[in-house]
């Protein structure tokens, strides 16, 4: 069982940025950071897969975020700028135990592992 442990969230005006950091107990092939506001559904934010060079976007996000990994620490980052109100949300890390694609990297049923979840909070 691989424990996900983000940090980084916070409160911050629009146009700020933020830094969220997700680290596993153990390896993983995808990761990914997915958001949920209240009152909405769960939606993806931005996957990575094993080589650092696939990543996918929501399209709200791009230009915006940034998804990175450090393999050797199995920790996902996620450098979020020029932040918007709307961005508001409960951001979860998620993690993939296979090396293969099953549903897409957009797809909450890819991903085996959830963290529990950080607030971030862009006040207008």
């Known amino acids: 069982q691989v424990q996900l442990v983000e940090s980084g969230g916070g409160l911050v005006q629009a146009g700020g940025s933020l830094r969220l950091s997700c680290a596993a107990s153990?390896?993983?092939?995808?990761m990914a950071w997915f958001r949920q506001a209240p009152g909405k559904e769960r939606e993806f934010v931005a996957a990575?897969?094993?080589?650092?060079?696939?990543?996918d976007y929501a399209d709200s996000v791009k230009g915006r975020f940034t998804i990175s990994r450090d393999n050797a620490d199995n920790t996902v980052y996620l450098q979020m700028s020029s932040l918007k109100p709307e961005d508001t949300a409960v951001y979860y890390c998620?993690?993939?135990?296979?090396?293969?694609?099953?549903?897409?990297?957009?797809?909450?049923?890819?991903?085996?592992?959830w963290g529990q979840g950080t607030q971030v909070t862009v006040s207008s």
């Open positions: 998620a993690a993939d135990r296979n090396y293969g694609l099953l549903y897409g990297s957009g797809d909450p049923r890819e991903y085996d592992y």
């Open positions: 990575s897969r094993w080589s650092a060079s696939r990543t």
């Open positions: 153990g390896r993983t092939y995808g």
